[in-house]
């Protein structure tokens, strides 16, 4: 059983930056290729950003491409969500995930992965 923190949410102004961290208890946490998804008020969860095992391969959604930068540190079994230029439209509940070894992994689905953090609140003020 995975166990997976977030932290480094808050409020920021549009414009602002933040940087997102994902915490894992696995031991074994370089095997585990990670996401991040996040979910408005009102509406589905949604995928943000996923990560390969060791960090060659990212992958954004298209809202968010160009803004944020997915990274990880194994040593620290910890994944980062660096968001720039942040926009009002991204306030949400943000969650990181961790997904066991797999023969397809789209990295977009929320089914892709087995393990779920319990969220940090990021809320942009206009």
């Known amino acids: 059983q995975v166990q997976l923190v977030e932290s480094g949410g808050g409020l920021v102004q549009s414009g602002g930056s933040l940087r997102l961290s994902c915490a894992a208890s696995?031991?074994?946490?370089?095997?585990?290729?990670m996401g991040w998804f996040r979910q408005a008020p009102g509406k589905e969860r949604e995928f943000v950003g996923g990560?390969?095992?060791?960090?060659?391969?990212?992958y954004y959604a298209d809202s968010v491409k160009g803004r944020c930068t997915i990274s990880r540190d194994n040593a620290k079994k910890t994944m980062y969500l660096q968001m720039n230029s942040l926009k009002p439209e991204d306030t949400a509940v943000y969650y990181c995930a961790a997904s066991q070894v797999r023969a397809v992994l789209t990295f977009r689905r929320e089914n892709d992965y087995d393990y779920w953090g319990q969220g940090t609140q990021v809320t942009v003020s206009s």
């Open positions: 990560i390969n095992w060791n960090g060659a391969d990212t």
């Open positions: 696995e031991r074994a946490f370089s095997r585990y290729a």
